[in-house]
């Protein structure tokens, strides 16, 4: 619905049925309703307004459901049972059917925390004597509950044919959880015909096969909904239409469809529009901008293996982030075929790289957190948050893989060099995506203080016990640096956060070897023998990644210049024979693209033939040590 600046006043019901607005607040530049006050969790306590303007959500993250403004209550920083009213100004009631409506952001942080809002309506700006229209709690496992994080609309009636000066009250009641924001409030009458399509269910990454058209569609009027039309189209093909009679949904009430006509999909990339019409066989709805859903969907020739990356935000001064440690060396443990990243992104400490610390701040409300997948919204560090927000990504479709190859190393001048390699899986036109990298160090210490680990299972006598049988509440407060490994550590960003602009073509073909050369320079401090290379392949739009693949550096792939005027292999590419032309005899290992020796030899001269012929068409190197030294050659056989 579009944005409505801050207005008291009555409109005349138009021609086309638009319901008639009393009050709406978009909180796009003012609070405009008034706030109480109450005490915050502060030690002492402060007095703070409960509701506030807010233009960016933190505790969770979000963003205003439209404009540039929302509201908060603040139940993230009041303490338990905590309340506040956020009072409308007197709205005239003239006897007809009247609704509250709003979106409210739910989230599943503390899940079981009933941080709730309550809708009220009174002849006095106060609760005594208040009529209750509805309840609806923040977390989306409680009611009424939703499947996935993100904004909701909600409708409270009046009492029937209320009259009079009134006044609209949301009371906020604090369970200690995240915060609760709201959006895009308006008082309005009833209209008598709105049916809003709320969902459809069709999956936007799938396999060729046939799919059935469902969704959900509400009755935001108020007159019963006895039929309606449900219509479905891909693309500007074919429009399927469904007539569905004899119904009986009331106000406020949702129905769950499923098209009788079913999608056969074959590999691309579509378009589908579903949408609701002619209701109650000719009727006209008094708001069209909510009866259709438009979304893109792509079919993929196969399926990819998927790799899902938690990144973490940490840091050796945060107590309760042992519980990241734990929950990243447990997932790893659990999911030993590499379907399972985790990055440890620190904060303030002296391994902080600040880019990386900037970017994922953006998304978290607090330390220990942490994004899966860099989907916007928070997923605690501790071992079953991030078990569940795996699972859900995990069971996604890749529209891409991505791999590491041609690894080089020089450790003269601790260049790393190396290629990441997307193949998608369909055919696109319009593809916008970008690759990154991510190194990533292991075993990392320090013998400053700024590496002891704070730990508050100690100091609060908590169990926390990883898959070894570690009770990390034993080992002190601070864990010193002596006795703390860090692991996972996000060293570098290669390519940014967003990856590098260009690096995948705007237009891919399926399971073709998309190559974007990335190199490094790693640090003297860092240890080459305990880095990994994680390479990403992101969504320019969503920003979110798609896929991803870790691979150790492989340091047995070196370079080193000084031999390299002195040796070269002919000839490069080789059906298979090939010669090393080199002025002393060395010894040569032929090295795949990952890191297994496929052949070896000795005292190879300028006149010796290396055959290569039984090895598979592709990429290798040979790694070649002589009496001035070793490097690698990439060698070519086609």
Same mark, same amino acid.
Request: with cysteine; net charge negative; hydrophobic share 40%.
């Given at each position: ?56 959500? %933190?505790? +969770?993250?979000? @963003? ?6 929302? $509201? #908060? !209550? *603040?139940? /993230? ?9 956020? %009072?409308? +100004?007197?709205? @005239? ?6 609704? $509250? #409506? !709003? *979106?409210? /952001? ?533």
């Amino acid at each position: 619905m579009r944005k409505i600046t801050l207005l008291l006043a009555l409109f005349a019901i138009s021609f086309n049925g638009k319901a008639q607005v009393l009050l709406a607040n978009n909180f796009d530049t003012a609070l405009g309703w008034t706030s109480t006050t109450v005490a915050n969790d502060a030690t002492p306590a402060v007095t703070i307004s409960a509701w506030a303007r807010k233009t960016v959500g %933190t505790t +969770p993250t979000c @963003n205003p459901f439209a404009g540039a403004g929302m $509201v #908060r !209550f *603040n139940s /993230y920083n009041i303490p338990a049972n905590g309340t506040g009213r956020l %009072t409308s +100004p007197v709205v @005239n009631f003239a006897g007809a059917d009247y609704r $509250v #409506r !709003f *979106n409210m /952001y739910r989230d599943n942080g503390y899940s079981t925390d009933a941080d709730n809002v309550k809708v009220y309506v009174n002849a006095a700006a106060s609760l005594t004597g208040a009529t209750l229209l509805g309840t609806i709690n923040r977390s989306l496992s409680l009611a009424p509950t939703e499947a996935t994080e993100g904004w909701y609309e909600y409708a409270f009636n009046l009492p029937v044919a209320t009259t009079g000066a009134k006044y609209i009250i949301f009371s906020g009641t604090s369970a200690y959880g995240n915060n609760i924001f709201v959006d895009e409030i308006s008082v309005e009458q009833v209209p008598a015909l709105d049916a809003k399509l709320v969902s459809i269910d069709v999956p936007t990454f799938s396999t060729a096969g046939t799919y059935p058209i469902s969704g959900i569609f509400k009755n935001n009027g108020g007159t019963t909904i006895t039929s309606i039309d449900v219509n479905w189209q891909i693309g500007s093909g074919t429009i399927y239409t469904q007539n569905l009679s004899g119904l009986s949904i009331a106000n406020n009430q949702s129905y769950p469809f499923t098209h009788q006509d079913q999608w056969t999909a074959t590999p691309g990339q579509y378009s589908i529009k579903v949408w609701v019409s002619n209701i109650n066989n000719g009727g006209v709805d008094s708001n069209l901008d909510n009866d259709q859903i438009i979304k893109s969907l792509y079919v993929v020739n196969e399926i990819f293996p998927k790799t899902t990356v938690y990144e973490e935000g940490t840091g050796t001064w945060c107590g309760w982030c042992v519980r990241g440690h734990v929950g990243l060396k447990d997932m790893l443990h659990n999911h030993q075929d590499e379907s399972f990243i985790g990055i440890a992104v620190h904060n303030g400490d002296p391994m902080v790289v600040a880019e990386y610390d900037t970017a994922v701040a953006s998304f978290i409300s607090g330390y220990p957190s942490g994004i899966m997948n860099r989907v916007p919204a928070d997923v605690d560090a501790g071992l079953s948050a991030i078990q569940a927000a795996y699972s859900v990504e995990i069971n996604k479709v890749p529209v891409a893989k991505v791999a590491v190859q041609n690894q080089l190393w020089n450790p003269a001048t601790r260049t790393i060099s190396f290629d990441a390699v997307a193949n998608f899986a369909l055919d696109l036109n319009n593809a916008n995506y970008n690759m990154a990298a991510v190194i990533v160090e292991n075993g990392v210490t320090g013998t400053s203080s700024g590496y002891n680990q704070v730990n508050y299972y100690s100091s609060q006598g908590i169990d926390i016990i990883d898959w070894e049988g570690t009770n990390w509440r034993y080992l002190g407060n601070p864990i010193p640096a002596a006795s703390m490994v860090y692991n996972h550590v996000g060293r570098a960003l290669v390519g940014g956060f967003d990856g590098f602009q260009g690096s995948v073509p705007t237009t891919v073909v399926y399971n073709t070897p998309y190559s974007y050369n990335m190199s490094y320079t790693l640090p003297t401090t860092q240890d080459e023998n305990n880095t990994e290379l994680v390479v990403l392949v992101l969504d320019n739009v969503t920003g979110q990644i798609v896929n991803a693949h870790i691979a150790p550096l492989n340091t047995q792939l070196s370079t080193n210049q000084f031999t390299k005027s002195d040796i070269s292999i002919y000839p490069n590419p080789s059906t298979g024979i090939v010669h090393f032309d080199t002025p002393n005899a060395v010894s040569i290992a032929i090295v795949d693209v990952l890191g297994k020796t496929v052949f070896t030899a000795q005292n190879v001269t300028k006149e010796t033939n290396v055959d290569l012929s039984n090895l598979q068409k592709g990429v290798y190197f040979a790694k070649i040590n002589g009496e001035s030294g070793s490097f690698s050659k990439k060698i070519i056989l086609k």
